[in-house]
């Protein structure tokens, strides 16, 4: 039997709500698979954890987490910490610290699923982000001058290295090479002459090493407009963290909205164990209530299950999914529904 250990951090929110589901879901794979199982260990780690402690992790938790095969986010952030300190001091943190520079966010409508779109269906919208995670405008340079004086001045410095650019592509490149997909640069060299030349001048490289991969580039803000007009033309699309970020979750919204986005962080050398989180945020609003949709959290699950090698377990639990979404039985509110976040993630177990 080959068990895997893996770090969960419910956080803040509906975290601890679609987390539990997720745990479930594994816990039910073990069940149905006696050769894998998964030892599960949960830290308290978020903004109530801030609010008590000082920080929204320990000093010491990247050498915490540094021994697990991979980790599981349900979400950081909540009013009364300031959206900065949860994000940097937890999420970037660990992204950072242990090198996710693969941000891999899968952006697919699913039958059954609520569409925003006229005359788009699933067949239309099936495309993978793939974000450069560790440098851009997050990388946290800058700082802060004259604060509360007419004078006061702020900077915050995007870095743009030509390894932390080239890394990303090629993982783009061979990703939309192994699946036979086109692939999309999101850039804006138009207006940021610095970075965005050298993101399109390294692109321009690696396209001459890759001959066989259909390749286009679009200005960031013609990208958010075909994403909606022809959503169907994209499959791989590679972008900075910050247009990536804002992209996703345009793309959410295609997909059914945030309780369909899944996401992952990742170090593809495997020196360090990647992270796995919704993208969907920790919803204050309804945290609590039991009507959170946990398809976001199950589909983190099964890339996860991607991740460690485990890929019929995540095409099953994405065709579970699938199964509860197009018949439309077990729905949250956000799906047109009235079940509960626990009822739908029964009905995916008992799909499985």
């Given amino acids: 039997m080959k068990t895997f250990k893996i770090a969960s951090i419910p956080g803040d929110g509906i975290g601890p709500e679609v987390m539990a589901e997720a745990h479930k879901l594994l816990e039910r794979i073990s069940e149905l698979d006696p050769e894998v199982s998964f030892e599960i260990d949960t830290f308290p780690w978020g903004c109530e954890y801030y609010l008590e402690k000082g920080e929204m992790m320990p000093e010491n938790g990247l050498e915490i987490l540094a021994g697990y095969d991979a980790i599981l986010l349900g979400a950081i952030g909540f009013p009364g910490v300031p959206d900065h300190v949860s994000l940097h001091g937890l999420l970037l ?13 899968p952006i697919k409508l699913l039958p059954g699923a609520p569409r925003v779109l006229v005359g788009k269906g699933p067949e239309d919208i099936d495309m ?52 036979g997909r086109p692939l999309t640069s999101i850039t804006k060299s138009n207006a940021l002459n610095y970075s965005m030349v050298l993101w399109d001048e390294i692109f321009t490289e690696l396209v001459k ?6 390749t286009n580039s679009l200005l960031v803000d013609a990208a958010a407009m075909f994403m909606v007009r022809s959503p169907e033309r994209f499959g791989v699309l590679v972008a900075s963290n910050l247009f990536a970020d804002i992209l996703t979750d345009l793309g959410a919204a295609l997909q059914g909205g945030l309780g ?23 919803a204050p609003d309804i945290a609590g209530k039991g ?28 065709a579970a999914i699938s199964k509860v979404v197009s018949e439309g039985q077990v729905a949250t ?20």
Avoid: C
């Fill in 93 to 105: 943190k660990i992204r950072k610290g242990f090198d996710q520079y693969i941000g891999f966010r």
């Fill in 128 to 179: 993978i982000f793939i974000r450069e995670n560790t440098e851009g405008e997050y990388a946290g340079v800058g700082g802060r001058m004259y604060e509360g004086t007419p004078r006061e001045l702020a900077l915050q410095t995007g870095v743009f290295t030509r390894a932390g650019i080239e890394r990303v592509q090629r993982y783009a490149f061979e990703l939309a090479r192994s699946t």
């Fill in 209 to 214: 090493e890759y001959p066989e991969v259909e």
């Fill in 260 to 282: 369909f986005a899944a996401g992952a962080n990742i170090n593809p050398e495997g020196k360090h164990p990647s992270m796995f989180e919704p993208i969907h945020g920790s």
């Fill in 291 to 318: 009507i959170s949709n946990p398809i976001a959290s199950l589909w983190t699950a099964k890339l996860m299950l991607d991740h460690l090698g485990l890929t019929n377990w995540g095409e099953r639990v994405l």
């Fill in 333 to 352: 509110p956000d799906m047109g529904g009235k079940a509960t976040t626990s009822e739908v993630g029964e009905a995916v177990r008992n799909a499985l």
